[in-house]
């Protein structure tokens, strides 16, 4: 059908407005072009001709800053300190062995050192940073970072690294950081990328290792944007890393430096317990080495000297060392006497000075013997024959039953390496070990602490602020967590009758302060500070019937590895407890001689918050204590928080 002419003028009408609609369109379309051309050919060539010539943007992750270790008193005992370092990324350094002759102009490096930054290199991702120096001198960081468009895939950076600010003092307990190995890191299932960065730092033993994942914190990132060349041009974005957790611990570091220094060069360790709450307020074990050496990366020989070093300095001697305790033990024996009837107080068993079982003589350390010994009196004069004749009625059962309540033969659970279960033997014990029926001899050994019986001079400790309480009180290590205070149990009541604890401590205050006690010399005559102690000594060798004949050869004419081991443990204020302190010395000869000066000097130290008056010493020993005073380096703590009160 034909249109008329008004509906033709009217199509016409509607299609002219259709294209000028569509011109408008297409001009501001072609308008916006034009604008985004201009922008992108003048106002932002320079970055799209970098863009263009290769730059990427990159994912850099920031280390977190490794949590502190503080005293006590807020005293820093673990920190960091400020690292100057270079790495090297394979992927962004092209030709990496021009790159690191160029960095042998700016820092000495050695033809076997650059060998091995390559073959470190090559082993690794094309994407992983490895170390190439680090605690670089300003000079030397500055002058890398000023030839950096000469340097590509080498990054220079300000880091942290640990830092032992007390030197040998913490070491054994703190232990130290390293880099992480792949050893390290085989032994976790899902590694945190951060572990992967070149020396990041891990630790290795010690609260360090134990405390990890509290003390290495969370990683950060940055965005930043990198040329072909591999050279940063700028940092886009940055997320910063969260440091780890600020642990508290219970140490005292005037006290655990005190005790260190008066263990000096001996192979010896040292425990001090507060049997009130169970901290840990010194815990030495000498010699000792400086753990910042591995953190800076120790030398060969540095090693090798530890490693045959025959006072053995890497092994914590405190946890890891057991020995058999000798007289010290014989407060097991005799609460374990005590407590199954088998005697009282009173009783009393006659020392001829030996005592002869199944045609064996078994000697006690006085050849002419004590003569009638009751059971205060056998502490104090540590008569073995008595002993001999208790182990006898009461079997090793109970006496081993007795020394895992007192904390012998208990692996306790502290945040250290290696901690010790030691052995409290029975008769099922002997029959797992060595299938064999257990022998009568073999228990007059281990009531006098011998044979098979092993403690370490922290079960010791324990054992001692058990029988100076009464309760089950038990060491621990960590007082707060990023001032997350950490809870101290009630410790509940042995289940020993206080009538005869009483007597076992009756006994101990004995050795110190009767005319006849065997520690009677390094007694404390401050009467608020009255001691109470047991001394020891362990044999090391097997004395034959032919060099009794003719009198046991003396100590100090033996090898030192062939003379006897010197214990004491002590407890103090006598009437009011407050610390317990145990002292081992390897081949150190008599614990009254050698362990209880030492135990007394420390204890003494944690009794006066410090140097104690010279008044407190015996009037004959003050001339000595001055000198040994005198040769001492101390480092007293630097406090921050409060102190606890003195005793």
Same mark, same amino acid.
């Given at each position: 059908?034909?249109?008329?002419?008004?509906?033709?003028?009217?199509?016409?009408?509607?299609?002219?407005?259709?294209?000028?609609?569509?011109?408008?369109?297409?001009?501001?379309?072609?308008?916006?072009?034009?604008?985004?051309? #201009?922008?992108?050919?003048?106002?932002?060539?320079?970055?799209?001709?970098?863009?263009?010539?290769?730059?990427?943007?990159?994912?850099?992750?920031?280390?977190?800053?490794?949590?502190?270790i503080l005293d006590r008193h807020g005293t820093i005992i673990a920190g960091n300190e400020q690292n100057y370092r270079v790495t090297l990324t394979r992927e962004e350094a092209g030709d990496v062995s021009a790159v690191i002759a160029r960095l042998r102009h700016i820092i000495p490096m050695t033809d076997r050192q650059a060998a091995d930054i390559l073959e470190e290199i090559h082993k690794r991702s094309a994407i992983?940073?490895?170390?190439?120096?680090?605690?670089?001198?300003?000079?030397?960081?500055?002058?890398?970072?000023?030839?950096?468009?000469?340097?590509?895939?080498?990054?220079?950076?300000?880091?942290?690294?640990?830092?032992?600010?007390? $030197?040998?003092d913490f070491a054994h307990v703190l232990g130290y950081v390293g880099p992480v190995s792949d050893y390290d890191l085989s032994k976790i299932e899902n590694p945190d990328p951060v572990l992967r960065l070149p020396e990041f730092q891990l630790g290795k033993v010690g609260m360090e290792t134990k405390l990890e994942e509290a003390l290495r914190g969370k990683a950060g990132s940055r965005r930043v944007e990198v040329n +072909?060349?591999?050279?940063?041009?700028?940092?886009? +974005?940055?997320?910063?890393?969260?440091?780890?957790?600020?642990?508290?611990?219970?140490?005292?570091?005037?006290?655990?430096?005190?005790?260190?220094?008066?263990?000096?060069?001996?192979?010896?360790?040292?425990?001090?317990?507060?049997?009130?709450?169970? %901290?840990?307020?010194?815990?030495?074990? +000498?010699?000792?080495?400086?753990?910042?050496?591995?953190?800076?990366?120790?030398?060969?020989?540095?090693?090798?000297?530890?490693?045959?070093?025959?006072?053995?300095?890497?092994?914590?001697?405190?946890?890891?060392?057991?020995?058999?305790?000798?007289?010290?033990?014989?407060?097991?024996?005799?609460?374990?006497?005590?407590?199954?009837?088998?005697?009282? +107080?009173?009783?009393?068993? @006659?020392?001829?000075?030996?005592?002869?079982?199944? =045609? &064996? #003589?078994?000697?006690?350390?006085?050849?002419?013997?004590?003569?009638?010994?009751?059971?205060?009196?056998?502490?104090?004069?540590?008569?073995?024959?008595?002993?001999?004749?208790?182990?006898? &009625?009461?079997?090793?059962?109970?006496?081993?039953?007795?020394?895992?309540?007192?904390?012998?033969?208990?692996?306790? %659970?502290?945040?250290?390496?290696?901690?010790?279960?030691?052995?409290?033997?029975?008769?099922?014990?002997?029959?797992?070990?060595?299938?064999?029926?257990?022998?009568? $001899?073999?228990?007059?050994?281990?009531?006098?602490?011998?044979?098979?019986?092993?403690?370490?001079?922290?079960?010791?400790?324990?054992? !001692?602020?058990?029988?100076?309480? =009464?309760?089950?009180?038990?060491?621990?290590?960590?007082?707060?967590?990023?001032?997350?205070?950490?809870?101290?149990?009630?410790?509940?009541?042995?289940?020993?009758?206080?009538?005869?604890?009483?007597?076992?401590?009756?006994?101990?205050?004995?050795?110190?302060?009767?005319?006849?006690?065997?520690?009677?010399?390094?007694?404390?005559?401050?009467?608020?500070?009255?001691?109470?102690?047991?001394?020891? !000594?362990?044999?090391? #060798?097997?004395?034959?019937?032919?060099?009794?004949?003719?009198?046991?050869?003396?100590?100090?004419?033996?090898?030192?590895?062939?003379?006897?081991?010197?214990?004491?443990?002590?407890?103090?204020? @006598?009437?009011?407890? #407050?610390?317990?302190?145990?002292?081992?010395?390897?081949?150190?000869?008599?614990?009254?001689?050698?362990?209880?000066?030492?135990?007394?000097?420390?204890?003494?130290?944690?009794?006066?918050?410090?140097?104690?008056?010279?008044?407190?010493?015996?009037?004959?020993?003050?001339?000595?204590?001055?000198?040994?005073?005198?040769?001492?380096?101390?480092?007293?703590?630097?406090?921050?928080?409060?102190?606890?009160?003195?005793?």
């Amino acid at each position: 059908m034909r249109k008329s002419e008004r509906e033709v003028v009217e199509s016409n009408r509607l299609i002219t407005r259709r294209v000028l609609m569509l011109g408008v369109i297409q001009a501001a379309v072609v308008s916006a072009l034009g604008l985004k051309l #201009r922008s992108m050919q003048v106002e932002h060539a320079d970055e799209y001709r970098m863009l263009s010539d290769g730059n990427s943007i990159k994912i850099r992750l920031l280390p977190p800053a490794r949590g502190l270790i503080l005293d006590r008193h807020g005293t820093i005992i673990a920190g960091n300190e400020q690292n100057y370092r270079v790495t090297l990324t394979r992927e962004e350094a092209g030709d990496v062995s021009a790159v690191i002759a160029r960095l042998r102009h700016i820092i000495p490096m050695t033809d076997r050192q650059a060998a091995d930054i390559l073959e470190e290199i090559h082993k690794r991702s094309a994407i992983t940073p490895v170390l190439v120096a680090d605690r670089l001198s300003w000079p030397a960081f500055s002058s890398i970072a000023l030839n950096a468009p000469a340097l590509p895939g080498v990054t220079p950076e300000a880091g942290l690294s640990r830092s032992y600010p007390r $030197g040998g003092d913490f070491a054994h307990v703190l232990g130290y950081v390293g880099p992480v190995s792949d050893y390290d890191l085989s032994k976790i299932e899902n590694p945190d990328p951060v572990l992967r960065l070149p020396e990041f730092q891990l630790g290795k033993v010690g609260m360090e290792t134990k405390l990890e994942e509290a003390l290495r914190g969370k990683a950060g990132s940055r965005r930043v944007e990198v040329n +072909s060349a591999g050279r940063e041009m700028r940092e886009l +974005s940055r997320q910063e890393g969260q440091q780890g957790a600020t642990v508290q611990t219970t140490l005292d570091a005037g006290l655990q430096n005190f005790a260190t220094q008066r263990l000096g060069i001996e192979s010896a360790a040292a425990v001090v317990m507060d049997v009130v709450n169970g %901290d840990i307020l010194a815990i030495s074990s +000498s010699p000792v080495f400086d753990p910042n050496k591995f953190v800076r990366g120790i030398s060969g020989p540095d090693y090798r000297a530890l490693m045959e070093h025959d006072h053995r300095p890497l092994a914590d001697k405190t946890v890891q060392g057991v020995y058999p305790p000798g007289s010290t033990f014989k407060m097991v024996t005799l609460l374990a006497g005590l407590e199954s009837g088998v005697i009282n +107080s009173g009783s009393s068993f @006659y020392c001829p000075g030996y005592t002869t079982v199944a =045609g &064996r #003589r078994f000697h006690c350390w006085s050849r002419g013997g004590h003569g009638m010994v009751d059971a205060l009196h056998s502490l104090e004069h540590s008569c073995d024959v008595y002993y001999y004749e208790l182990a006898q &009625r009461v079997g090793i059962d109970r006496i081993a039953a007795m020394a895992r309540q007192l904390g012998i033969g208990v692996r306790h %659970d502290l945040p250290m390496s290696a901690i010790a279960e030691g052995i409290a033997p029975d008769r099922a014990w002997k029959r797992a070990r060595y299938d064999q029926e257990w022998q009568v $001899g073999d228990s007059l050994n281990a009531s006098i602490g011998q044979g098979y019986v092993l403690a370490s001079p922290l079960q010791l400790a324990v054992m !001692t602020a058990r029988v100076a309480t =009464g309760r089950a009180v038990s060491p621990r290590l960590v007082r707060a967590i990023d001032g997350q205070a950490e809870q101290v149990p009630e410790w509940p009541a042995l289940d020993i009758h206080p009538l005869h604890l009483r007597t076992a401590r009756g006994g101990m205050d004995a050795v110190m302060n009767s005319p006849r006690g065997t520690a009677r010399r390094s007694r404390i005559v401050a009467p608020e500070w009255q001691m109470a102690g047991k001394t020891g !000594t362990s044999q090391v #060798r097997n004395i034959t019937a032919a060099e009794r004949a003719r009198g046991v050869i003396s100590n100090d004419q033996l090898p030192w590895n062939r003379r006897d081991h010197a214990l004491f443990v002590c407890f103090a204020p @006598y009437n009011a407890p #407050r610390y317990a302190v145990s002292v081992v010395v390897e081949h150190g000869g008599g614990g009254g001689a050698v362990a209880a000066p030492i135990a007394r000097d420390i204890l003494l130290y944690a009794l006066a918050d410090g140097l104690p008056p010279l008044s407190a010493y015996p009037e004959g020993e003050r001339a000595k204590v001055r000198e040994i005073w005198s040769g001492m380096k101390l480092t007293p703590s630097t406090r921050k928080g409060e102190g606890r009160a003195r005793a």
